[in-house]
């Protein structure tokens, strides 16, 4: 039996484009007819069918690969042991990742009550346990009987290096300052502003935001030139000479300002931040 693009598609549920690109990738190989069309015949649909349930199961195109190259291998010790490696590496991947999405729904169910009270989103005491920045805030302004009547966010400066480049263009800094002189006016006529759901939402990103032992991820490379800048500039003193090289105490808050502010660029955050311009606040430093 064989069947064209079109056909196998939709008894596969995978696009032409994708086919395509499992063509490209050389994980399956259509035959073409005198006229140039594809056409797939059964050995392809077996692929294509294990393809589907690898996918269900977050395979990535090299795993994929891998188990096709085992299972058309006869079967030995070998073979065995590698499909074995591959599944159970699998399956912890799998069990982490439920764990992982578990948390968030737990997190998620706690934000709701906070997004529906909007109004006593800083000062409800069932409400002040949470992550970052907008729930140390609640925290000390609940410590003293304080009610926050404002909050807002402020775009500004993407200078969070493991993740992004450094994205400061004319437009934005425009747009911050505009947002920042309206935010100064509103404060100043005593306008009152309730707390967004995207902040509520917010906690959620800093409760996986890297802890205080994230610093043991820091390198520093030949280029360090034992300035001190970085034990200067750490607002937590995270950071002390030892030896003419920065050693990191892990207290860290993960500000990345020993990072931006080294003249040298010889500190980087696991291999993410290589390469990448750094960013120095004009306003001063983190102290
Ligand atoms: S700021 Fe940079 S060059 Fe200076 S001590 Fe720290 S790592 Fe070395
Ligand atoms: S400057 Fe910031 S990122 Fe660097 S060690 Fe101190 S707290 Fe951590």
Redesign the pocket.
Known sequence: MEWMIKQIAEKTGISADTLRYYEKEGMILPKRHENGYRYYDEEDMRILKNIVVMKYAHFTIHEMKRMEEVFLRSPTADCNEISKGILTAKIDELNQAISNYQNIVALMENLLPMIETTEDYYCNEKQIEGYGVPSLIKKLLYAKGVRLSYGVSLAMVTNYLPEYKVINNPERQKKTDENLNRIIREIKNRKSKQVSTFTALNELIFKFCPGEESDQYFT?SE?????????K?CPVGN?T?DA???RFHHTCEHCLG?LH???????DWKDKTQGKKRYRNAGGNTR
Request: hydrophobic share 30%.
């Open positions: 520093i280029k360090c030139t034992s300035c001190g800048t970085c034990e500039i950071i000479m003419g090289k920065p020993c502010n080294c003249p040298r660029a010889a500190i």
